[in-house]
């Protein structure tokens, strides 16, 4: 399916463990984990797919376990002008988003349609750009070069409801592991929003 190689019995035909087409052994020669699908020891991939897949194994050693950790928010929901002070966790499955403070709080990851990152550190007099994904369709806008994360804002559906709910996460101004952490957190969320975009049609 990459080249024209003909297969015959010393020219095999092997299998993308990821997206399922045949190539030859030169085409097809990589191995990669595929703990998406339950793969952890490295399986036979494709070119396309093993860069996909060297990504996720990234996201599967750092950034999960940041966002299984969680941090610590202030929350607005929708309108509202007041915040509540919330921890921001992703469940042990990987399903969900619980937000625990006064309230609790639980998003199925599957219902979140766009995820805007609020940034800062533009120039004098220029206003903080958000990075935008949309998991539904457009492309994700292009990062500025030196910024960093202070917040995010989610929309998402809520099951037997019509239209869209709104939160949004601001971290801390405190200069405490406590900001550290949520803009690790932040960031963690931003890599995690970028492979459920790359890899949603796979």
């Known amino acids: 399916m990459q080249c024209d190689a003909k297969f ?12 399922g087409r045949c190539f030859c052994d030169r085409c097809c020669s990589q191995k990669v984990p595929l703990r998406r699908m339950c793969f952890v020891d490295p399986v036979r991939q494709c070119a396309e797919c093993a860069l996909v897949s060297h990504k996720e ?28 002070t919330m921890t921001c966790r992703l469940s042990n499955n990987q399903r969900y988003l619980f937000l625990d403070g006064d309230s609790h709080h639980e998003i199925e990851i599957a219902h979140i349609s766009t995820v805007q990152i609020l940034t800062e550190g533009f120039p004098p007099g220029e206003k903080d750009i958000p990075t935008h994904i949309s998991l539904l ?27 869209v709910a709104q939160l949004k996460l601001t971290a801390g101004e405190d200069a405490n592991a ?20 790359e890899s949603r049609d796979q």
């Open 57 to 84: 194994v990234e996201f599967y050693d750092k950034q999960l376990k940041v966002l299984l950790s969680g941090a610590t928010f202030l929350v607005t929901f929708g309108n509202s002008e007041t915040s509540e």
């Open 8 to 19: 015959d019995f010393i020219t095999r035909k092997h299998h993308c463990r990821r997206c």
């Open 137 to 163: 369709g457009s492309q994700p806008a292009s990062e500025g070069g030196n910024t960093r994360a202070t917040g995010m804002c989610l929309q998402y559906t809520v099951p037997g409801t019509e239209g």
């Open 178 to 197: 406590g900001r550290r952490q949520a803009v690790a957190w932040l960031a963690a969320m931003h890599k995690a929003t970028k492979l459920l975009y």
